[in-house]
């Protein structure tokens, strides 16, 4: 399934969710005009390590730039693919999260998802030395808040049927639904696999994130 529109209209500008997809494009760039061993470099200081994190909070948890990749990796990417479809998701459902929030506080909703994402990927693989990277933390808290804001939304999708390629309208919850599901699916297979390259556990994480902290967020008065 892939998502295409939701039938939630903004009443407002999301110039903070557009500003996100502009500085995530930005960093993108940059990913590609750079070197192979620049690029390492970048993704090994502004990436999260889950090792490496643990290691630098039990030599000196009050060193502030141990914290710094918590955030800073949810502005990298592994390619086209993987920006793009974290790019149109956040397009797609964030928003009517910015509209309901008002953009400052949905910018600080953003960053909060993205490091509960982050934390809960840390506690589930410490050990790991894979770099954690992408917004996809972040806009499943977007997903996650969703879910409890709109539950009678609908969302146009693109499905298969076999060889056709058909568009229905389908429950915004019944999405959300399934998408989840299909996260914890692959976060429990990560389990019992070493060396996973996609922090299931940061997808999950995220959308739990995002259904508990949305409530903890005023309504904008004007909403």
């Known amino acids: 399934m892939f998502p295409i529109r939701d ?5 407002s500008t999301p110039f903070v969710m557009y ?6 494009a930005c960093i993108f760039y ?3 005009v750079v070197s192979d061993a620049e690029l390492e470099k970048m993704v090994g ?10 290691q630098g909070l039990s030599a000196n948890p009050v060193n502030i730039f141990v914290y710094v990749p918590l955030i800073t990796n949810l502005f990298l990417h592994g390619g086209w693919l993987h ?15 910015e509209d309901r929030m008002g953009h400052g506080m949905f910018f600080l909703f953003y960053i909060l998802c993205g490091v ?16 954690t990277i992408g917004a996809s933390g972040a806009i499943s808290g977007v997903l996650g808040a969703y879910s409890v804001c ?3 939304a609908k969302v146009s999708t693109v499905v298969f049927l076999f060889i056709f390629l058909t568009v229905i309208e389908i429950p915004a919850l019944l999405f959300l639904g399934l998408w989840f599901f299909m996260q914890l699916q692959s976060g429990a297979a990560s389990l019992f696999m ?24 005023p309504k904008r008065q004007s909403y």
């Open 7 to 11: 039938n939630i209209p903004s009443r």
């Open 19 to 24: 500003g996100i997809i502009l500085f995530n």
């Open 30 to 32: 940059n990913e590609l």
């Open 45 to 54: 200081f502004f990436g999260l390590i889950p090792f490496e994190f643990m």
């Open 83 to 97: 920006i793009i479809g974290n790019m149109w998701y956040l397009k797609i459902f964030g928003d009517n999260i």
């Open 116 to 131: 509960v994402a982050n934390i809960v990927q840390i506690i589930v693989d410490p050990a790991s030395q894979i770099p």
């Open 150 to 152: 709109f539950p009678s």
């Open 194 to 217: 070493a060396g996973s390259n996609v922090a299931w556990w940061a997808h999950i994480g995220g959308f739990l994130a995002g259904m508990a902290l949305v409530n903890l967020f």
